[in-house]
T-cell receptor
Framework: DARVTQTPRDKVTEMGQEVTMRCQPI?????VFWYRQTMMQGLELLAY????????DSGMPKDRFSAEMPDATLATLKIQPSEPRDSAVYFC???FGTGVRNTEAFFGQGTRLTVV | GNSVTQMEGPVTLSEEAFLTINCTYT??????LFWYVQYPGEGLQLLLK?????DKGSNKGFEATYRKETTSFHLEKGSVQVSDSAVYFC???????????FGTGTRLTIIP
């Protein structure tokens, strides 16, 4: 049963610490998305890759957030330094895109981040 | 820009009631439209989709029709069950890229 795997599921960290969230997309998928979900803002797109190249990271605070795909099986989202306002659930999703139409995006179970 | 406006929640219904959750969108061209469902503690799952005007997406008794004239994609189910309790998100993906723009979500609770 193919699925998007995110680690860790839960993370509690102190303000100022570096946080790294990992995502293993479904094998064969070529698009990867990072979303942040909060009660106030809902689902916000942070970054979006196709074939490992970043296509859009306009939703991501550049001064502290970075997203990469070191290889086709791993996507990472880093926050350095973390702040309490970064507390949220971070979702990774993968799909197969052609640049024309979106196919179904499969979501991971999310990483719940709490910054104290 | 692209946007999705969803019916405000929460919505509480009795089992076997008829469900409608309204969704309207703003987009240029011909976007694809989606409904996703999120169960407690889980990620989002695709419920149904439609890629062109007048298409009807359906799954698990849920239906939604792509109405370009009213820029709407309302979700309906004839008889809801307790297991349908979840948060429902309407979303669009514009023609030409794969980015999903989501509505704010509607929390649905079904009581026995």
């Amino acid at each position: 049963d193919a699925r998007v795997t995110q680690t860790p599921r839960d993370k509690v960290t102190e303000m100022g610490q570096e946080v790294t969230m990992r995502c293993q997309p479904i094998l064969g998928h070529n698009t990867v998305f990072w979303y942040r979900q909060t009660m106030m803002q809902g689902l916000e797109l942070l970054a979006y890759f196709r074939n490992r190249a970043p296509l859009d990271d306009s939703g991501m605070p550049k001064d502290r957030f970075s997203a990469e795909m070191p290889d086709a099986t791993l996507a990472t989202l880093k926050i350095q330094p973390s702040e309490p306002r970064d507390s949220a659930v971070y979702f990774c999703a993968s799909g197969f895109g052609t640049g024309v139409r979106n196919t179904e995006a499969f979501f991971g179970q999310g990483t719940r981040l709490t910054v104290v | 820009g692209n946007s999705v406006t969803q019916m405000e929640g929460p919505v509480t219904l009795s089992e076997e009631a008829f469900l409608t959750i309204n969704c309207t969108y703003t987009a240029t061209g011909y976007p694809s439209l989606f409904w996703y469902v999120q169960y407690p503690g889980e990620g989002l799952q695709l419920l149904l989709k439609a890629t062109k005007a007048d298409d009807k997406g359906s799954n698990k008794g849920f239906e939604a029709t792509y109405r370009k004239e009213t820029t709407s994609f309302h979700l309906e189910k004839g008889s809801v069950q307790v297991s349908d309790s979840a948060v429902y998100f309407c979303a669009l993906s514009p023609f030409g890229n794969e980015k999903l723009t989501f509505g704010t979500g509607t929390r649905l609770t079904i009581i026995p």
